[in-house]
Every structure is written in C-alpha cells, then in structure tokens.
C-alpha cells in the first residue's frame, strides 16, 4: 500500500489550496478514504472522509462549507479542494485508508503534505 500526498504549499488567507493523494497497491475503489491534519503542538485529527463510491462524505466542523473531499476511481486518486483557507488551516495534511484482513484493521498513512496559511 502507497499513499502519496501532494499540492500542499504557502498561501495567503482566504486564498485555496487542492491537495492530492494518489494511491497504489490495493483496490482503490473498495476502500473508504479520509484526510487528516496535525497543526504543530497538535494532536492528528480528522478532516474529511468519503466512502468508495463517493456516496457518504464526511466533513469536521471547522471545514465545512470550505473544504471538498472528491475521488476519481480511475485515476485512483482523492482530493481535497481548500478554499477560503484561515492561518488555523497551517498543518501537515495526510490521506489515510483502513484496510481490514482477518487479522484486523490496518491503518496506512501518507508522508504528509504542508500546507501553511500566512500572509
């Protein structure tokens, strides 16, 4: 399993932001996927999520009506679309999937992207 994060970077307040999470080496289309966040001095905490198909979304209050979680299936792919950013947005943002076997759950992790806020 590989989780690839990318799009993050520096931008002004108000400003937007799409991260991306590209992924490999299991069914992409079968599996939930979600977007978390961790703001130095932070515990990680959930952003987003969306189920396989795209049918159930999930969004922390601090987001919504700002943020929009999207996959394509195809590309293997999911997004976060960031607008109206806040300096409070400024956090390592990570793409995660929980994939179940017989021995249990398993939670894989992408190496991050950075996303800071700043004027």
């Known amino acids: 399993v590989q989780l690839v994060e990318s799009g993050g970077g520096l931008v002004q307040p108000g400003g937007s932001l799409r991260l991306s999470c590209a992924a490999s080496?299991?069914?992409?289309?079968?599996?939930?996927m979600s977007w978390y966040r961790q703001a130095p001095g932070k515990a990680r905490e959930l952003v987003a999520a969306?189920?396989?198909?795209?049918?159930?979304?999930y969004y922390a209050d601090s987001v919504k009506g700002r943020f929009t979680i999207s996959r394509d299936n195809a590309k293997n792919t999911v997004y976060l679309q960031m607008n109206s950013l806040k300096p409070e947005d400024t956090a390592v943002y990570y793409c995660?999937?929980?994939?179940?076997?017989?021995?249990?759950?398993?939670?894989?992790w992408g190496q991050g992207t950075q996303v800071t806020v700043s004027s």
């Open positions: 995660k999937v929980v994939i179940g076997t017989i021995r249990g759950n398993y939670n894989y």
């Open positions: 969306i189920t396989s198909a795209g049918g159930s979304i």
């Open positions: 080496g299991f069914t992409f289309s079968s599996y939930a």
